[in-house]
Nanobody, 123 residues
């Protein structure tokens, strides 16, 4: 069973920073890898939207609203995908979800989501 465990959300003032972390694990102990990793966010009543993504080779993509404020990282040796968020704005308030295409020798690549972590930016 694949697990994505997020941490790092919370309450921060506008202009502040947060770092979200996502640890991917497989409870069976099988070898696995992460292809594409990403962070999405969702505000109640709105669709989930992509914030940033990173390929296994490290190529990144950012949504236009990021405007250079966020950086997505990955550590393949630790199976983590992190999102450093700086210069936060009130409109960044949302639940942030980790996403990963996780492959195992048995399943091949399968998409998984984390449980979500709340980010609240006060103005």
């Amino acid at each position: 069973q694949v697990q994505l465990v997020e941490s790092g959300g919370g309450l921060v003032q506008a202009g502040g920073s947060l770092r979200l972390s996502c640890v991917v694990s497989v409870t069976s102990g099988s070898i696995f890898g992460i292809n594409r990793g990403a962070w999405y966010r969702q505000v109640p009543g709105n669709q989930r939207e992509l914030v940033a993504s990173i390929t296994r080779s490290g190529d990144t993509f950012y949504a236009d609203f990021v405007e250079g404020r966020f950086t997505i990282f990955r550590d393949n040796s630790k199976s983590t995908v992190d999102l450093q968020m700086n210069s936060l704005k009130s409109e960044d308030t949302a639940v942030y979800y980790c996403y990963a295409d996780v492959w195992t020798p048995i399943t091949g690549p399968v998409p998984y989501w984390g449980q979500g972590t709340q980010v609240t930016v006060s103005s």
